[in-house]
């Protein structure tokens, strides 16, 4: 089982757009500094996963792998106190997507490989934004309702 814990604010994967400039196509994902912040923030995924692989010397992992990740986001100032959970942007799949290409080649060949994912985000309340992210080899055996057909 890898175990990481990467500091920092988690940035979503964004969407890109494409627009024609000189009778080319030319794809963005974002305007301002939120293309240079996401570029921080897989850098830093980047650097942990690099880590983890120069100390343990550990292969790119094969086959079907499970994938965990907690991101826990900076609490706006403005949010009422009785608001526990962060159901605003950022979206939950694009922090995932975000993370898993930068794990990709570093940890795994491919994130095609991840055949099981469990996503959650909270508030970093009484610590640090970060994120812990653990991924392992998942079970080829399927049992109860995972096996049964409609």
């Not at 196509?25 to 120069?54: H, M, N, S, Y």
């Not at 994938?67 to 526990?84: D, G, H, N, Q, T």
Request: avoid cysteine; charge should be positive.
């Amino acid at each position: 089982m890898i175990h990481l814990i990467v500091y920092g604010v988690a940035m979503p994967q964004g969407s890109k757009s494409a627009r024609v400039v000189k009778g080319r196509a030319i794809l963005t994902e974002g305007f301002g500094d939120g293309p240079r912040r996401r570029k921080a923030w897989r850098e830093a995924v980047a650097d942990e996963a690099r880590a983890w692989q120069k100390t343990y010397k550990a292969p790119l992992l094969e086959g079907p792998l499970r994938f965990e990740a907690w991101f826990y986001l900076p609490r706006p100032k403005s949010a009422p106190k009785r608001i526990l959970l962060p159901a605003k942007k950022p979206d939950l799949s694009k922090l995932l997507r975000s993370v898993e290409d930068a794990l990709t080649g570093i940890i795994w060949h491919d994130d095609a490989q991840i055949v099981t994912a469990r996503v959650h985000k909270r508030f970093a309340i009484h610590f640090a934004p970060h994120a812990v992210l653990r991924i392992g080899r998942a079970e080829e055996t399927m049992t109860g309702e995972e096996g049964a057909r409609p």
